[in-house]
């Protein structure tokens, strides 16, 4: 079944649409959907003069009921002339309707020549809209950057909002968007159906085919996907360390970078016989090149001392769980690592960047799973249910520019703008507005910071 993601494909078509001097490149993980994506769109767009080329293939063949051209079409030329050449050849007797040309170049990780002539390409986005994609693109070095000829979209795994619209849970959408500060509208009913659907969502995760499978009732065949998916992508950020993956072969690393996941990552418990620690290294940023983890920075360090979070809940539950994703126990430890992983995730497909997404750390060993600086200067304590507020108050007291504290757990939404926040032995105190979310209203997030 075919699961829309109607925010992303909206902000996708603005994006094409308005392209000047740059080529459009979706990023993300490998399976999570990024051709899906792109070909819908273009399904919808057929006023347009389109070619696709899948760069995993010499020459041209069917995929699917869809032509595709090779990587013969590119030409030899690393300067992308051989490739306009023939795009002008094939589509000299197209009548002109004065719309642009799209060219979807598939699978660009397989032929990494073609980001070599991305500086000649975007020149003629007035008339031909590129669009690239590929599950390894961070990871390959290119001669020529031409860093500001590309423009990124990432996309991630099925949201919980997509999750919610692709089930028919339609009444519970409209009261999680119902809710605002103040507001009375919250509901015992409501707010229990909700957490029941966010705890199926973070055992499932957002993989498109785990949740088609699971959405079409298909649930004996969620084990063999989810083992499947997990070793296909596992392969994918093996593959670029070349002949030093032979010292992860028999490694389970995103098992390790799961487990690891709640602190500060020591290199130390990476390492395999005959590999050091810059190894270890190298591999943990290739995972996040390969958009299967996120790097998540300490707040206030030089030192790089960041933690690192899968991209999927539902990838995270299998690594610590095993591959019955709905029925298996999970330890208490697992479980809170599956919510900082679909809080990190959700909160991280809300923002520009990533790169916008801070941890913090203090000296008497309070800390908090996530900070964002914009648009409120805002400190996020993750808890499975309720739980005590001390590293909340830490926080408060210790980061005196922050403007806000948030609390991501099982009850109802709360809200106080005036909040006293302290600390047992300690004079200091402090007045600062204070949010109780629930773990579904997560995804409106920054809405509610702005």
């Avoid at 078509?13 to 993300?28: A, E, F, P, T």
Wanted: proline share 3%; charged share 25%.
């Amino acid at each position: 079944m075919w699961i829309s993601r109607n925010d992303k494909k909206s902000s996708f078509i603005n994006i094409l649409n308005s392209l000047k001097g740059q080529v459009l490149i979706v990023r993300g993980a490998r399976q999570v959907g990024k051709t899906s994506f792109v070909l819908n769109i273009l399904d919808g767009l057929k006023e347009y003069p389109q070619v696709s080329i899948n760069c995993l293939y010499a020459t041209s063949r069917k995929i699917l009921g869809r032509n595709y051209l090779g990587r013969d079409f590119l030409g030899a030329s690393p300067d992308g002339t051989d490739l306009l050449k023939n795009l002008e050849q094939l589509f000299s007797q197209t009548p002109n309707n004065h719309k642009p040309v799209l060219v979807f170049i598939d699978e660009v990780d397989r032929h990494p020549k073609i980001l070599e002539a991305i500086q000649l390409l975007a020149e003629f986005s007035p008339d031909i809209k590129f669009i690239l994609t590929g599950s390894n693109l961070e990871n390959i070095t290119v001669k020529n950057a031409a860093t500001g000829r590309k423009h990124f979209f990432d996309l991630y795994p099925i949201s919980f909002l997509d999750f919610l619209n692709a089930s028919g849970s339609e009444q519970e959408k409209a009261y999680l968007h119902s809710l605002t500060f103040g507001g009375n509208q919250q509901t015992d009913f409501f707010h229990n159906k909700l957490m029941e659907l966010v705890k199926t969502y973070v055992r499932l995760g957002g993989m498109p085919t785990i949740i088609a499978a699971y959405l079409e009732e298909r649930l004996k065949e969620i084990p063999e996907i989810v083992k499947d998916l997990t070793f296909s992508i596992e392969e994918n950020v093996k593959a670029v360390l070349g002949e030093k993956s032979k010292l992860y072969e028999y490694e389970d690393v995103l098992r390790k970078l799961a487990i690891l996941s709640l602190n500060t990552l020591k290199y130390t418990n990476l390492q395999v016989q005959h590999a050091g620690q810059a190894e270890a290294k190298r591999l943990v940023n290739k995972t996040v090149g390969a958009r299967v983890a996120h790097k998540i920075r300490l707040l206030r360090t030089e030192r790089d001392l960041s933690k690192y979070i899968l991209f999927d809940s539902g990838i995270a539950n299998y690594l610590l769980n095993g591959s019955d994703l709905l029925n298996y126990r999970i330890h208490p430890e697992h479980l809170a690592i599956m919510l900082e992983t679909f809080v990190g995730n959700e909160i991280i497909s809300q923002l520009v960047t990533r790169d916008d997404l801070f941890y913090w750390k203090s000296g008497n060993r309070a800390g908090l799973e996530f900070v964002v600086r914009s648009p409120k200067f805002s400190g996020i304590d993750v808890k499975s249910s309720t739980g005590k507020n001390f590293s909340l108050m830490s926080f408060a007291i210790l980061e005196t520019q922050a403007d806000l504290l948030i609390k991501v757990g099982a009850t109802k939404m709360f809200y106080h703008s005036d909040y006293q926040a302290s600390l047992p032995n300690d004079p200091r105190k402090r007045q600062i507005s204070f949010l109780q979310i629930p773990h579904y209203l997560v995804c409106r997030l920054i809405e509610f910071l702005q």
